[in-house]
């Protein structure tokens, strides 16, 4: 059977569901579309994908074949909503974007928000870049070499260039008038901004409030002033974190001379809620800006750098066991249970260190409160370290018989919890005084302390507590 039979005998597009219960793309779909692509079937394809959400149409992307890819853009033409881009991994993205014309490009880049070709095109070459702007129409190329221009991670990268700015001398009548005959307005908008001759912000109107207000009304009875409008080179965190305080749904983006510039509305922000929290979570583990779908050399060459550091750390570890190879041939018992020691220690510093680097993200932890913080660390560290230390010395009492030994580990474990609460804290602090990005960071030293000092502590004590004559 040839390819145009297998789509001629497969169910209508439309009877074919898209997701499961689980909300995984189903493998009938996907199939109907593969089938399409290998008959080369426009007509099939754009049934299937045609009113298809461009979240949707960026998760088929990512489950195609590489070869396939540009084939599924190349096929749907001028049908293909290039906003389906900004759903994609970034190393598909700019894998996808090599492989189509630039033509291609930048005729679907003209066609979006000038914050979402900003998305697309920052990962590129500088040299690709300018390949596709210069496809672009002098105003769209303008908009996006100016965002461009920011400092990455930025609410200027983040902003949509199109707003709807109004003097504060129209009335609501005129201002209503200019929104239904404008043809250049943005696809969606919350607010609108008012401006003097200079383009200097003034104030916003949202659109609920023109709406009720009659249409003699001027815009500067009104307005309200702009309390939280943002600076263009501001860090998208901050911007991000301003948004969640005040509940905003939009904010107007200002130079430096508070000329507006722009306008970030809530669904960015989200975006940016989404890929801080991620950030946030890879550098934890030492994973760096890893992706899912990112090639074997380049996983690879992004985690080695911190397994070197924390191999570095393990030898340290490894040096203090060293120096009681005595105690511990003297009671192989102690190497059964060092790991105990070390391991508890551990959870508990990364329990303590994953709170503080999510306090420091979000200035909930600064200098007016790290004292009444430091002393909460301490107290829990104590208090769970008795109660293990008491779990683990009966154990120990009914395992090796030996008191004494329970005694031992279940001391070394509430010194290890007292310091690993202190340390869980105290380096990402120190961290961030330094400069250094506290989450991709502590985890290494964290680990560190709390097994230098379990096996320290726990062997020490074993060495005293053994050597005396009773």
Same mark, same amino acid.
């Given at each position: 059977?040839?390819?145009?039979?297998?789509?001629?005998?497969?169910?209508?597009?439309?009877?074919?569901?898209?997701?499961?219960?689980?909300?995984?793309?189903?493998?009938?779909?996907?199939?109907?579309?593969? %089938?399409? #692509?290998?008959?080369?079937?426009?007509?099939?394809?754009?049934?299937?994908?045609?009113?298809?959400?461009?979240?949707?149409?960026?998760?088929?992307?990512?489950?195609?074949?590489? +070869?396939?890819?540009?084939?599924?853009?190349?096929?749907?033409?001028?049908?293909?909503?290039?906003?389906?881009?900004?759903?994609?991994?970034?190393?598909?993205?700019?894998?996808?974007?090599?492989? #189509?014309?630039?033509?291609?490009?930048?005729? @679907?880049?003209?066609?979006?928000?000038?914050?979402?070709?900003?998305?697309?095109?920052?990962?590129?070459?500088?040299?690709?870049?300018?390949?596709?702007?210069?496809?672009?129409?002098?105003?769209?190329?303008?908009?996006?070499?100016?965002?461009?221009?920011?400092?990455?991670?930025?609410?200027?990268?983040?902003?949509?260039?199109?707003?709807?700015?109004?003097?504060?001398?129209?009335?609501?009548?005129?201002?209503?008038?200019?929104?239904?005959?404008?043809?250049?307005?943005?696809?969606?908008?919350?607010?609108?901004?008012?401006?003097?001759?200079?383009?200097?912000?003034?104030?916003?109107?949202?659109?609920?409030?023109? #709406?009720?207000?009659?249409?003699?009304?001027?815009?500067? %009875?009104?307005?309200?002033?702009?309390?939280?409008?943002?600076?263009?080179?501001?860090?998208?965190?901050?911007?991000?974190?301003?948004?969640?305080?005040?509940?905003?749904?939009?904010?107007?983006?200002?130079?430096? &001379?508070?000329?507006?510039?722009?306008?970030?509305?809530?669904?960015?922000?989200?975006?940016?809620?989404?890929?801080?929290?991620?950030?946030?979570?890879?550098?934890?583990?030492?994973?760096?800006?890893?992706?899912?779908?990112?090639?074997?050399?380049?996983? &690879?060459?992004?985690?080695?750098?911190?397994?070197?550091?924390?191999?570095?750390?393990?030898?340290?570890?490894?040096?203090?066991?060293?120096?009681?190879?005595?105690?511990?041939?003297?009671?192989?018992?102690?190497?059964?249970?060092?790991?105990?020691?070390?391991?508890?220690?551990?959870?508990?510093?990364?329990?303590?260190?994953?709170?503080?680097?999510?306090?420091?993200?979000?200035? +909930?932890?600064?200098?007016?409160?790290?004292?009444?913080? #430091?002393?909460?660390?301490?107290?829990? @560290?104590?208090?769970?370290?008795?109660?293990?230390?008491?779990?683990?010395?009966?154990?120990?009492?009914?395992?090796? +018989?030996?008191?004494?030994?329970?005694?031992?580990?279940?001391?070394?474990?509430?010194?290890?919890?007292?310091?690993?609460?202190?340390?869980?804290?105290?380096?990402?602090?120190?961290?961030?005084?330094?400069?250094?990005?506290? %989450?991709?960071?502590?985890?290494?030293?964290?680990?560190?302390?709390?097994?230098?000092?379990?096996?320290?502590?726990?062997? @020490?004590?074993?060495?005293?507590?053994?050597?005396?004559?009773?």
């Amino acid at each position: 059977m040839t390819n145009a039979e297998i789509v001629d005998a497969a169910p209508a597009p439309a009877a074919i569901p898209v997701r499961d219960e689980d909300g995984r793309l189903t493998d009938s779909f996907l199939g109907a579309v593969e %089938a399409a #692509l290998a008959a080369e079937d426009r007509d099939v394809l754009l049934a299937l994908v045609g009113d298809l959400h461009e979240a949707d149409v960026g998760a088929v992307i990512e489950t195609l074949a590489e +070869d396939e890819r540009p084939a599924f853009v190349r096929l749907l033409g001028d049908a293909f909503d290039y906003t389906a881009l900004t759903e994609l991994d970034e190393a598909v993205r700019v894998k996808l974007l090599e492989e #189509l014309p630039t033509a291609d490009i930048a005729a @679907g880049l003209g066609e979006l928000d000038s914050d979402d070709a900003v998305y697309i095109l920052e990962d590129l070459d500088a040299e690709d870049q300018a390949a596709i702007l210069g496809e672009l129409s002098y105003s769209d190329r303008m908009q996006i070499e100016r965002a461009l221009d920011y400092p990455e991670e930025s609410a200027g990268r983040r902003m949509q260039t199109d707003f709807i700015a109004v003097p504060p001398f129209w009335t609501v009548g005129q201002t209503i008038d200019h929104m239904r005959e404008a043809d250049d307005l943005p696809e969606t908008f919350y607010e609108l901004y008012v401006v003097d001759p200079g383009f200097r912000l003034i104030g916003a109107v949202a659109l609920n409030k023109i #709406l009720r207000t009659p249409r003699g009304e001027k815009i500067s %009875a009104i307005m309200t002033e702009t309390r939280h409008s943002v600076l263009a080179t501001e860090d998208q965190e901050e911007v991000a974190r301003r948004f969640e305080r005040y509940n905003l749904v939009s904010s107007a983006v200002v130079d430096e &001379a508070d000329r507006l510039v722009g306008v970030l509305t809530v669904d960015d922000i989200v975006d940016v809620i989404q890929e801080e929290a991620e950030e946030d979570m890879r550098a934890l583990a030492g994973v760096g800006d890893e992706e899912i779908s990112d090639s074997v050399v380049t996983t &690879a060459r992004s985690r080695l750098t911190w397994l070197v550091v924390n191999l570095g750390t393990a030898i340290l570890a490894s040096l203090v066991i060293a120096l009681f190879d005595d105690t511990i041939e003297a009671m192989v018992a102690l190497a059964v249970l060092m790991p105990i020691v070390a391991s508890l220690g551990g959870n508990a510093g990364m329990q303590t260190m994953t709170v503080a680097v999510r306090a420091i993200a979000t200035q +909930d932890l600064d200098a007016r409160n790290m004292m009444r913080v #430091l002393r909460r660390e301490v107290l829990v @560290g104590i208090v769970n370290g008795v109660a293990l230390s008491i779990l683990i010395g009966v154990v120990v009492y009914f395992w090796f +018989d030996n008191p004494g030994l329970g005694m031992v580990i279940g001391s070394a474990i509430v010194v290890n919890l007292l310091f690993a609460g202190l340390c869980g804290l105290l380096i990402p602090i120190t961290l961030d005084r330094l400069r250094v990005d506290p %989450a991709i960071a502590s985890s290494v030293f964290v680990t560190m302390v709390t097994d230098v000092v379990g096996f320290f502590a726990f062997l @020490g004590i074993a060495a005293v507590w053994f050597s005396l004559p009773f």
